[in-house]
């Protein structure tokens, strides 16, 4: 299938900053998703973008599909201890029932 | 809500043992998915289902096989297991007529197997 590279693999951060981690491929995709998985549950979806260069945001989360289509950003503003989790990338690999997941960023947030 | 019920949180079992995962969907969902989550790797499509009977293999579905007998259970079987197959399992379902472009996956808790 379709390679997603995601980073920071890790990120530790003092609650209330602000966090960003991407997501690249060598190839283009015309759909970017956005999912959250918290312990010990399965992964969330947290926001879908459809279209090179649109910006969509969920509460304080803000994610861009890149105009070159082969890439994606999360953002996370002013993080709270509830944000803790593995964040994944992911898009299509064959059919559109086929998900490719990126390999996730680890999300800390220190008191 | 949909609810996706894995039948074991936690599973210990010893190498060359078969197997059997268990995956139950509540909302009349014909496709369903297997997933494995390695850390590092993210999440591996190992086979899903469209339908009753029907099966197709993903990204890594060797030393896998599934069986979906029933639309609400999907079974993720190691016919004979091995230490590299140690890992979380996640099953997914999807709505018949919706991709994952318009409706999200909805992930069970996981099944996180040990092979001894």
């Known amino acids: 299938g379709q390679q997603l590279n995601q980073s920071p693999q890790s990120m530790f951060i003092q609650e209330g900053e602000d966090v960003s981690m991407n997501c690249t491929s060598s190839?283009?995709?015309?759909?970017w998703l956005w999912y959250k998985q918290e312990p010990g549950e399965g992964p969330v979806l947290l926001i879908a973008?459809?279209?090179?260069?649109e910006l969509t945001s969920n509460g304080r989360l803000t994610a861009q599909f890149g105009i070159t289509r082969k890439d994606s950003f999360l953002n996370i503003s002013a993080s709270i201890p509830s944000d803790v989790g593995i964040y994944f990338c992911a898009s299509f690999s064959g059919s559109a029932r086929q998900l490719t997941f990126g390999s996730g960023t680890q999300l800390t947030v220190l008191p | 809500d949909v609810k996706v019920t894995q039948s074991s949180r936690y599973l210990v079992k010893r190498t060359g043992e078969k197997v059997f995962l268990e995956c139950v969907q509540d909302?009349?969902?014909?496709?369903m998915f297997w997933y494995r989550q390695d850390p590092g790797l993210g999440l591996r499509l190992i086979y899903f289902s469209y339908d009753v009977k029907m099966k197709e293999k993903g990204d890594i579905p060797e030393g896998y096989s599934v069986s979906r007998e029933k639309k609400e259970r999907f079974s993720l079987i190691l016919e004979s297991a091995s230490t590299n197959q140690t890992s979380m399992y996640l099953c997914?379902?999807?709505?018949?007529?919706?991709?994952?472009?318009?409706?999200?996956?909805?992930f069970g808790n996981g099944t996180r197997l040990t092979v001894t």
């Open positions: 190839s283009i995709f015309n759909t």
């Open positions: 973008l459809y279209k090179a260069g």
């Open positions: 997914a379902s999807l709505a018949w007529g919706y991709t994952t472009l318009n409706s999200p996956l909805h």
């Open positions: 909302m009349d969902h014909e496709n």
